[in-house]
């Protein structure tokens, strides 16, 4: 029983893992689209973590792992005790690990536009910018991102 637990709850934290928005991948949606593309210069790049919206999948498995794990201690109270603490210890690990594996490293783009306009985007790290570094800012209007200028996306 407790391995079909186990079991299951390691194939919702797997279900759980999402792939990012790369620079390099586009979707089946945003492929053969039309896209607007504006011109700027980077002034300065920092490095971000992105990280997924609040989900709840490695708390709550990490908690039934203890839960699991604090019942098989000792008998009576002591075991109720076990459970609870299992619980707490083993929520706040799940929360943690979820964390790690799906916390992808990024960077913080400040881009000043031909226009004048400056903007910030946050983006998966795949692609190394400089200050100074002219790039292309392309637009679906549901998701922007900066390119290098002359170098294939591909």
Excluded: H, W
Excluded at 17 to 46: D, Y
Excluded at 78 to 83: E, F, N, P, R, S
């Amino acid at each position: 029983m407790q391995t079909k637990i186990i079991l299951a709850i390691s194939l919702l934290l797997l279900g759980a893992c999402s792939p990012g928005k790369s620079t390099k991948v586009f979707t089946e949606s945003e492929a053969l689209q039309a896209q607007e593309v504006e011109e700027g210069i980077v002034e300065s790049v920092q490095p971000a973590i992105i990280r997924k919206d609040g989900t709840i999948v490695g708390t709550v498995g990490g908690a039934v792992i203890g839960a699991i794990a604090g019942n098989t201690v000792g008998g009576g109270r002591g075991q109720d005790l076990a459970t609870a603490v299992g619980v707490i210890i083993g929520g706040a690990l799940g929360s943690l690990f979820e964390q790690g594996i799906t916390d992808r490293d990024a960077l913080k783009i400040v881009v000043r536009l031909d226009t004048g306009r400056k903007i910030v985007i946050v983006q998966e790290a795949d692609v190394l910018f400089r200050r100074g570094e002219r790039v292309n800012i392309i637009n679906n209007y549901e998701t922007i991102r900066v390119s290098k200028i002359g170098i294939p996306s591909y």
